[in-house]
Structure formats: structure tokens, C-alpha cells
Nanobody, 117 residues
Framework: QVQLVESGGGLVQPGGSLRLSCAAS????????MGWYRQAPGKQRELVAT???????NYADSVKGRFTISRDNSKNTVYLQMNSLKPEDTAVYYC???????????WGQGTQVTVSS
């Protein structure tokens, strides 16, 4: 039973910061690719950042320099530090995992991030 549980979302003013966490269970975390996606109202789900088991990082151009993805394999947790938040960052943020042994994709339930003055 694979579970991805996000936390840390909320309401923040433009220019503020939030830190999202995703705790994973049911997979061997250290060999999994982890990531964050988001979906804003009326838009398709888009990639925000990924972090492979080989320590390769990828960011969407829209968040480069503002967001940082990290992972703590000892805690089976992936983080997304979001700084200098903009209203256009408002979305539901989803934790993602790719588990290579089953070649399966897994998603968390999502956490709402709202950036508004």
C-alpha cells in the first residue's frame, strides 16, 4: 500500500514563503524518483520539480531560483521550499513518486497553496 501524504499548504501573502512536506510509505524511498506537481484552476497539472534517486534535479522555468526540492532518505520525506511566492503559484500541489521496481506512478491527495494579499 503506497501512501504519499502532503502537508504544509496554506494561505500566504505575495513574497512570502511556505515549506511543503511529503511523507512516503509502501515504497523503497531511496530508489524512487520523487517530485512535486501542481494544478491551478482551469489549467492542466504541471511539473514543478523532481528529484531522482541519482540526485538529479529538475525545475520548471517558472519556479527556478524561488523553489527548492530536497529529500531526506532517512525520513522517507521530500520537501518543497517555496520562497518569493506569487499569486500565480496558487494551486493544489501534489506529491509524486515513481517506483522503479513496479514502474508505477503514485500521487498524494494534494495540499492547497493560496497566494493572495
Amino acid at each position: 500500500q503506497v501512501q504519499l501524504v502532503e502537508s504544509g499548504g496554506g494561505l500566504v501573502q505575495p513574497g512570502g514563503s511556505l515549506r511543503l512536506s511529503c511523507a512516503a510509505s509502501g515504497i523503497i524511498f531511496s530508489i524512487s524518483t520523487m517530485g512535486w506537481y501542481r494544478q491551478a484552476p482551469g489549467k492542466q497539472r504541471e511539473l514543478v520539480a523532481t528529484f531522482t534517486s541519482g540526485n538529479l534535479l529538475n525545475y520548471a522555468d517558472s519556479v527556478k531560483g524561488r523553489f527548492t526540492i530536497s529529500r531526506d532518505n532517512s525520513k522517507n520525506t521530500v520537501y518543497l521550499q517555496m520562497n518569493s511566492l506569487k499569486p500565480e503559484d496558487t494551486a493544489v500541489y501534489y506529491c509524486y513518486a515513481f517506483y522503479p521496481r513496479s514502474r508505477s506512478n503514485h500521487w498524494g491527495q494534494g495540499t492547497q497553496v493560496t497566494v493572495s494579499s
